[in-house]
């Protein structure tokens, strides 16, 4: 606007230009900010307003119940049973993940040419849908019928062969697996990137100096790879926290809640218990938990924050 | 008003993602009535299709669009619908709780004064069949499409090959498991991954302990009924009794039913038995019509003392229910549509398709249907599924507790006194 007043002859050109300057970004950005209003901002702040009440979903019978949910929240073992899992699976997600996916980048990388058809295999476990790939596993872990049984049988383990999905102490694990199985290749891509974006010319000189491979790696590529580490972790852990299909198709949060976590537990509660409110309840408390630990995770790993 | 435009922009890309029906249905030059239903097999889909074409021939100017959606699936879909007061004109349900919900949030059409006006078809019900459409005494639902009862589904190969017989009562029982057993054959398939499939256990007992008013009174909270009460207790203690009998193979509290979990141990010769529904029967029927030849059933045995009379049933007598939605534009159209999906026609289809329509007179030469609608008939009593009869929280509820019952990580009496207070906390 100022500048439309205070533009003088011959300025007019530059003027316009420079208001067009202002405007497209607004331009560009609006679909994007529109879509995050509706879909994210909107549903976010909404779902804390629906967690105060008590409504089935349906109709106009909404309840305001103010903080009830929440205390009910606050002493349901049922959902601290479930955070306590996204926790399990968020430790175990990190422990599991990032070190293979490391050592497959490293490989890989070092194998040159050679290594494309490995690269294109290693990948395609994260080309699958999760849903395929439940149904996939449910099979292979199958008690009666399935290959992981019948194979520790035929190599004559077969006293370690277990009910791996119906059994409150292996189901978890048995889908932890398998959720890092899916997403080994994801953070094998990020690291392959990282590592290739480490100078050549570097490990060349290294290797003029006489260090070995291994020197190379543990003082030079790994610390180049700081920031990406960093990265991994923290999209793991988050991923982890707010995880659902696997554990949905695999074992619908059973057996006994024993591999229940909080977004399958807020499924069962709105979906399943036609309860909106409390589910919205357990939702929000969601939000807040993967907001506070992603947080933190950030704050104390921020001196390993690169531009990668 | 942004609020507002926020709910249709999501009511339409909800609408878009489920179905794409809803929205585009107004584009039609016909007025259109929108039906869901959770039947996906090639003979249910003909029936109804064909019920929309002899409603549409007799209805110009109206179009019937049919949308068949799988079982869980549907399940979200509808609750999702609702939520967006975007219904389908006519949608299925198996009565009972959730049905109740909706209609307790105003959503569904009374259809008592239609039915009241035509008593000619609806007098052609079993009366028993709209037990659990009735709500305040208000029909909500016709029961269509088939007659589903728990039975013992069994392998008569092997009943033969190591000489038993069905059972009738708990200690017979008893002794066929053991024979099983010891041959290394698992008594009872079961997939309890999905929980109601175990329900029926817990049900059944129930039932046989204490007949059909202790489970009946409990949930009305009426006549001192209770779910504390020893029924309830000494239910949870025989289904532990058969768990530490070894009734079940192994893995069963992981194994999935909607994949074949349990049907694949009764056709490889691995289990001898199975409580199921009798849509079991021709389940199995298209999937080993081999095996089909070799089943039998028989009914859930009695147990001592117990005052249940052995006849008595746990299924539903339609599988499932039909309704109209109050937000339909048509809805007296959409209620002819009902009497066209569930008339004589239609129910021939079904029965052409093995299945069977709870109505009074039904006449088919197919021996299994004979059975099944003999045993309805003499059923002193016919409770729907627990996790449908009860309110959906206490439905939930309720499976996890019998899931735990099965895993033996719970007491009995912890169960009983657990889904006591909860069930005083939410009927009252």
Not at chain 1, 29 to 57: C, E, K, M, Q, T
Request: proline share 5%; with cysteine; net charge negative.
């Amino acid at each position: 606007m100022t500048d439309i007043s205070t533009r003088s002859a011959g300025g007019g050109a530059a003027g316009a230009a420079l208001s067009l300057k202002k405007l497209a970004p607004a331009v560009f950005l609006a679909p994007a900010v529109l879509l995050l209003a509706v879909y994210l901002i909107y549903p976010l702040i909404d779902s804390f307003r629906l967690s105060l009440l008590d409504w089935n979903g349906l109709g106009a019978n909404a309840r305001f119940v103010g903080l009830d949910n929440w205390k009910k929240l606050a002493t349901d073992a049922l959902f601290w049973e479930a955070a306590w899992n996204n926790i399990l699976l968020a430790v175990f997600s990190v422990l599991i993940q990032m070190p293979i996916a490391l050592i497959l980048a490293v490989v890989l990388d070092n194998a040159g040419k050679g290594s494309r058809i490995l690269k294109i295999l290693y990948f395609l476990p994260l080309l699958m849908s999760s849903v395929a790939l439940g149904v996939l596993f449910k099979y292979f872990y199958d008690v009666n019928f399935g290959p992981l049984n019948a194979l520790l049988d035929y190599v004559g383990l077969g006293s370690l062969a277990q009910d791996w999905l119906g059994d409150t102490r292996f189901a978890l694990g048995a889908v932890i697996a398998v959720v890092c199985w899916q997403f080994i290749p994801f953070y094998m891509v990020l690291f392959m990137a990282g590592l290739a974006s480490f100078p050549a010319e570097i490990s060349e000189a290294a290797k003029l100096d006489g260090a070995s491979e291994t020197t190379i790696f543990w003082k030079m590529k790994l610390p180049h790879l700081k920031g990406t580490l960093r990265t991994a972790i923290v999209l793991s852990v988050i991923g982890a926290l707010r995880y659902f299909d696997l554990i949905y198709v695999m074992t619908g949060g059973g057996p006994e809640g024993a591999s229940e976590l909080m977004a399958t537990y807020m499924y069962r509660n709105v979906f399943s218990s036609f309860q909106l409110g409390y589910g919205s309840t357990v939702a929000s408390a969601m939000f807040i938990i993967v907001i506070l630990i992603a947080s933190v995770l950030l704050r104390f790993s921020k001196r390993y924050e690169t531009e990668v | 008003m942004s609020s507002n435009f926020v709910r249709k922009i999501s009511a339409l890309a909800c609408g878009a993602a489920m179905a794409a029906v809803v929205p585009f249905a107004a584009q039609a030059a016909d007025k259109v009535i929108t039906e869901w239903d959770l039947q996906t097999t090639a003979g249910a889909v003909k029936v109804i299709r064909g019920a929309a074409d002899r409603f549409e021939a007799a209805n110009p100017g109206y179009k019937v669009e049919d949308t068949h959606i799988l079982n869980d699936a549907y399940k979200t879909k509808i609750k999702i619908a609702f939520g967006a007061n975007e219904p389908p004109c006519v949608f299925s349900s198996w009565g009972g709780g959730p049905l109740r919900e909706y209609v307790k949030a105003g959503q569904v059409v009374d259809l008592t004064p239609y039915l009241d006006s035509d008593p000619a078809f609806k007098d052609r019900f079993l009366p028993a069949s709209f037990g659990a459409s009735t709500i305040d005494g208000k029909i909500y639902a016709l029961p269509a499409e088939n007659t589903a009862i728990a039975v013992v589904f069994y392998n008569k190969e092997l009943f033969a090959k190591y000489n038993v017989t069905p059972p009738t009562t708990w200690d017979e029982l008893l002794k066929v498991i053991d024979v099983f057993k010891e041959n290394g054959i698992a008594p009872f398939a079961l997939a309890n991954k999905n929980k109601w499939t175990g329900s029926m256990f817990y049900g059944y007992l129930v039932d046989r302990i204490g007949g059909p008013e202790a489970f009946a009174n409990a949930v009305q909270r009426k006549d001192g009924g209770s779910f504390a009460d020893p029924v309830f207790v000494e239910a949870g203690k025989r289904l532990q009794e058969l768990v530490n009998a070894g009734a079940f193979q192994k893995g069963y509290n992981g194994l999935d039913y909607d994949v074949g979990g349990s049907r694949r141990l009764l056709y490889t010769d691995k289990a001898a038995m199975e409580l199921m529904g009798t849509w079991e029967a021709s389940t199995i029927g298209n999937e080993n019509p081999e095996f089909a030849k070799k089943l039998g059933f028989f009914q859930f045995p009695s147990v001592p003392d117990g005052k249940g009379d052995p006849n008595n049933l746990l299924g539903t007598l339609g599988d499932n229910y039909i309704s109209v939605s109050n937000a339909c534009p048509e809805k007296d159209k959409a209620v002819e549509l009902l009497k066209f999906l569930t008339d004589d026609t239609a129910a021939a289809g079904r029965l052409a398709d093995n299945r069977i329509m709870p109505l009074k007179d039904v006449k088919t030469d197919n021996p299994f249907l004979t059975e099944v609608y003999s045993l309805v008939a003499k059923a002193p009593s016919v409770q729907l599924w627990w996790d449908q009869e009860l309110p959906p929280e206490l439905g939930e509820l309720h499976k996890d507790t019998s899931q735990a019952l099965f895993g033996l990580s719970k007491t009995p009496e912890q169960v009983a006194e657990e889904f006591e207070a909860a069930a005083k906390a939410k009927l009252q």
